[in-house]
C-alpha cells in the first residue's frame, strides 16, 4: 500500500474545497498482472495499526466536501479492473470499487447488458461510491443491478460478502452509508437480465429530449449519449468548476403536504409518487425560492441547475455550509419542506 503523509485533499475530491489530511492511505487494485496485489495490501492495512486512530474512506471525492482538515488517515482504493460474462439467467459482470461507475456503464452498453442501466450514465465518482449512495440518475438506482458486494468489515477486521438483501439500498443510501466507516468496499458483483434492450424513460425529460431530437426508437448507445448530453448541459464540468453533483435529495412528503404545494403552486412538477410518499424536485424548490445562479460568498448556486452548489472561486468549505444552510432555511420557511444534503460534508 502507498502511504502519503501530510497529504493535501483538494485534488482527491470534485468539489476542491483546501484541506489536509494527516495521511492518505491508498490500496493498489488487483490486475491481471497482480491478481492477489489488493489482497496484501488488505493483510499491509490490518496490521499497520492505522485502524486503531481515525480514518475515513474515499471514493472518487465526487459527493464529498471537506469542511476542515482531517486529523487522521484517509484510505483510498486503486483502480481496478472488469470481468464480465453470461449466463443462462442473465449477464454478470465484477468491477474493482475504485474504477469510475461510467466506465463500467459504458463497458455495459458495449456489450448491450441492458436494464437501464444506461441512465447512470456520466455520473461521477466511484463503483465503491455508488453503492455507499446507491446513486440514481432519471429513474435507475445503482443497487438494482447489485447481486453482490465484497467488502472489509472494520470493525471486525474480516472480509464478508454481502446479498443485494444485506446490503439495504433505499433511496441514495445503504447500509455502508447508515453505517459509515465500517466497511471498506472492494468489488461489487452486478448481474443484468437478458431481455431486448427497451429505453428506461421514468422521467418526462428523457421522453422530450428524444422527441426534440427524432428519435423514436433509440439505441442503448443514443441512450446514454444523450443522458451524457443532459447531465453535462446542466452541471459544471469538473476541470472548470469544483462541485458535488446533486446536493440536496430530492424530498419526499406526505400527500397532504403535496396536495397543499400543487394547489399554493400549479406549475409546480408532478411528484413521483411510491410507497414512502411524494418525491418533490429539490431543484424546483430552490429554484422558486431565488437561489438559482446566485452566490454568497465563494459558493454559489449554478446557473443552469440549482440543485447544484459548486465551488465558483476558491470557496472554502465553510462558505460551502454557509450557503447550504441559508438555501435550507429559506426553503423551509417559503414551502415547509426540509431539505437534506446527499453531498457528505467532512
Not at 133 to 153: P, S
Not at 202 to 218: H, M, T
Not at 266 to 293: Q, T, V
Amino acid at each position: 500500500m502507498i502511504v502519503q503523509d501530510h497529504h493535501p485533499l483538494q485534488t482527491l475530491t470534485t468539489f476542491g474545497t483546501p484541506a489536509t489530511a494527516q495521511r492518505v492511505v491508498t490500496l493498489q487494485a488487483n490486475t491481471p498482472d497482480a491478481p492477489s496485489r489488493l489482497d496484501r495490501d488488505v493483510d499491509d492495512l490490518l496490521a499497520s495499526g492505522l485502524l486503531d486512530s481515525p480514518y475515513l474512506i474515499l471514493g472518487g471525492g465526487s459527493n464529498v466536501v471537506f469542511t476542515q482538515d482531517y486529523p487522521g488517515t484517509v484510505i483510498r482504493l486503486g483502480a481496478g479492473s472488469i470481468q464480465s460474462g453470461s449466463g443462462e439467467d442473465g449477464n454478470y459482470l465484477t468491477a474493482g470499487a475504485g474504477l469510475e461507475l461510467d466506465t463500467v456503464v459504458n463497458h455495459c452498453v458495449e456489450r448491450g447488458y441492458c436494464g437501464g442501466v444506461e441512465n447512470l450514465s456520466a455520473i461521477p465518482g466511484t463503483v465503491g461510491g455508488a453503492v455507499v449512495q446507491n446513486a440514481g440518475a432519471y429513474g435507475v438506482e445503482t443497487g438494482e443491478f447489485v447481486e453482490r458486494v465484497e467488502a472489509l468489515d472494520l470493525r471486525e477486521r474480516r472480509r464478508v460478502s454481502l446479498t443485494r438483501e444485506e446490503c439495504r439500498f433505499a433511496y441514495r443510501t445503504s447500509l455502508f452509508k447508515e453505517q459509515s466507516g465500517r466497511y471498506l468496499i472492494l468489488e461489487a458483483h452486478f448481474r443484468f437480465g437478458t431481455a431486448a434492450f427497451a429505453p428506461t424513460l421514468k422521467y418526462r425529460a428523457l421522453a422530450d429530449e428524444l422527441q426534440r431530437r427524432g428519435i423514436a426508437s433509440p439505441t442503448q448507445r443514443q441512450m446514454r449519449d444523450l443522458i451524457a448530453d443532459i447531465r453535462w448541459a446542466k452541471l459544471p464540468r469538473p476541470e472548470e468548476h469544483g462541485s458535488a453533483g446533486s446536493f440536496f435529495k430530492n424530498p419526499v412528503v406526505d400527500e397532504a403536504v403535496y396536495r397543499r404545494l400543487r394547489e399554493q403552486h400549479p406549475d409546480m412538477p408532478e411528484a413521483h409518487a411510491s410507497a414512502e410518499g411524494y418525491k418533490l424536485s429539490a431543484g424546483w424548490l430552490i429554484d422558486r425560492a431565488g437561489w438559482k445562479g446566485r452566490t454568497l460568498g465563494r459558493a454559489g448556486v449554478w446557473p443552469q441547475q440549482a440543485l447544484v452548489l459548486y465551488n465558483a472561486d476558491h470557496c472554502t468549505g465553510q462558505e460551502v455550509i454557509a450557503l447550504a444552510q441559508a438555501i435550507q432555511d429559506d426553503v423551509l420557511q417559503k414551502f415547509g419542506v426540509a431539505l437534506q444534503p446527499e453531498a457528505i460534508l467532512i
